[in-house]
């Protein structure tokens, strides 16, 4: 396959698909070679903020339960912002929006430690999560759309392998430049920045998304219908992700780990993450999604259940984290790509950010759930209430409650 074939025409705006816009494999390369990088510096960036804001916060003698309800507040602009996304795309462009989302996050993270009140970190948060909604809906629909069906199972796969790889390098960087100063926030702003260079380098490969109009597209309501387990699978991944990604990390603390001990939590689960989402994203390009989909949550619940079991002896605590990782994680990979084959390329600005949505409800439920679950049996609230998650997950997959029409049973569905 050389070309991609033209998508409907939008208009002019930077970034938008043209009147027979199509891209020669060259292009699609570096478009997908440029969003993929992003990717690792993206997760790089919260690998660096999101555990560092957690510990700070726990220093300060925080609640639980508030560190959680501050650690959603990024998912509750996202879940805010995510239906106007497709409208802002078709009104400034593919490419335009991005830097959109660039410019209202790098400035948030740089006012962090200059505002050190857990007040002043819930409106941050929140300006974080606006530009990240941009960000996140833009790139993801841009990566699905390079992707072709035959191999979308590994790109989604390398996708969610290299955001596990940039999360996991940032806890050992907050170790190294310190945790409750500004170098840390000033790396994170940078590292965000420099994606917006790369971004300009591969512009010319944007104009292959396609955004529809508001009347040519269908509703929310019935693209959740068409896909209702792509969406359901967002929110679990949501709950599960966020909730383990804010709290993990104190759990291990007041489990009796030292600090260093506890950030490593986080890098072992999302190493777990990284070394298997290619294995299941070529999986998924193989056999059943829905099979391969219960067979995560499985692995999922039983890892969970286990976490109790073996946070004081290392020799166990790290393989449970992985497995746990990677089937957590595998999830979301999981998502993304019945979510690529369940819509035509028109569809896929707005069946992502619904997607998004979805997965913001999930982590904001979580994050907060978390923090009040182990508010309520401290420590282990936590792994309760993610084992939780997973059961609800099974249940309706293995039932097919979530099923709607028939996707995710072979490679193409």
Known sequence: ??????????????GRTAPGASLSAGERHRGIAVVLTNVFLTGMTFGLVVPMLSV????????????????????IAIFIVGPFVPRIVTRIGVVATLYLGILLVVPAFLLFPVFRSVEAWFVLRFVVGLGISLYWVVSITWLNTLA???TRGRVMGLNTALWGLGYATGPPLVSILGIATFLPFAVSGGLLAASGVLIFFARDAARVVSIPSAEGARNFRRLFLVAPLV???????????TGAGAMLPVYGLRSGLDQSGALLMISAMTIGGIAMQLPIGWLADRVSRR??????????????????????TSALLWP???IWGSAAIGLYTLGLTLLGESFPPVELAKAHAMFVMFFSVGS????SGAGGAMSLWDPHGLPVILALAFVILLFFAARGALGGRSIGTGRKG
Request: cysteine-free; charged content about 10%.
């Open 148 to 150: 072709g069906e035959k």
């Open 320 to 322: 449970v984290l992985f």
């Open 1 to 14: 396959m050389t070309e991609i074939p033209p998508q409907e025409p939008t208009g002019a705006p930077l």
């Open 231 to 241: 969406m359901g699978t967002a929110v679990i991944t949501g709950f599960v992700e």
């Open 56 to 75: 700070m916060l726990e220093r300060d003698g925080v609640p639980a339960s508030i560190i959680g309800l501050n650690g959603s507040m990024a998912m």
């Open 291 to 312: 099979h391969l989909l219960i067979a995560l949550a499985v692995a999922g619940l039983a890892m969970t259940g286990a976490l109790p079991f073996t946070v004081h």
């Open 364 to 367: 904001v439920a979580g994050s």
